[in-house]
């Protein structure tokens, strides 16, 4: 079956998932990536803020997203999906996710570099708008636009 008519199917992440999980920073995520030991720690549960959600099709780890919730504010961290099953709806699937263990009236902020276009254009379509923009922010130069939705906003967009 093809991947984008395949079911997703989005559910909090495990120590089982570590190398998954570990395997999708290094394939999406380049040196940004996070180590395998950084993840093992985060899916263990004993940082208490920080919450992994993994995407699956067909019984496959695909994409993963990771929040840190911290008063009325979630920072998303990570959103991420293996090349081969892109532009299906999972990573939009791992957002509504975010949004839907949020409080409705938190704001969900993040990071992502201003050439990253097609990220941008993931949380544009997601409602999205630009916070501020943090000047030569990465080690090459490139600047980060910080972003902000309200988990309201986002539930909303994924029922509709
Ligand atoms: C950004 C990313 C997570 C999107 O994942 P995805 O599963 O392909 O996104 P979805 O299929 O849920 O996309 C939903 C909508 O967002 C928009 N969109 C997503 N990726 C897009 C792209 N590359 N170009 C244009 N629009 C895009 C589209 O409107 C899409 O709907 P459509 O496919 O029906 O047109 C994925 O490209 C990725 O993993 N990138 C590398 C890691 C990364 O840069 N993460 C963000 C760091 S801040």
Do not use: K
Request: proline residues 2%.
């Amino acid at each position: 079956m093809d991947v984008h008519t395949r079911r997703v199917d989005v559910r909090d992440g495990t120590p089982d998932d570590a190398t998954a999980v570990a395997d999708l920073e290094r394939a999406c995520l380049g040196r940004d990536a996070w180590s395998e030991g950084l993840v093992r720690e985060g899916l263990s549960g004993t940082l208490p803020t920080v919450r992994y959600l993994v995407a699956e099709v067909g019984g496959e780890v695909v994409g993963h997203a990771v929040g840190s919730h911290a008063g009325d504010v979630v920072e998303l961290q990570r959103i991420a999906v293996r090349r081969d099953h892109r532009r299906s709806g999972v990573a939009a699937a791992l957002l509504a996710q975010v949004a839907a263990v949020a409080a409705p009236e938190d704001r969900v902020l993040l990071e992502v570099r201003e050439d990253n276009t097609g990220a941008r254009a993931f949380y544009d379509r997601a409602g999205f708008v630009e916070l501020a923009r943090r000047e030569r922010y990465y080690a090459d130069g490139a600047a980060a636009l910080v972003l902000e939705a309200s988990a309201s906003s986002l539930r909303t967009a994924s029922s509709a």
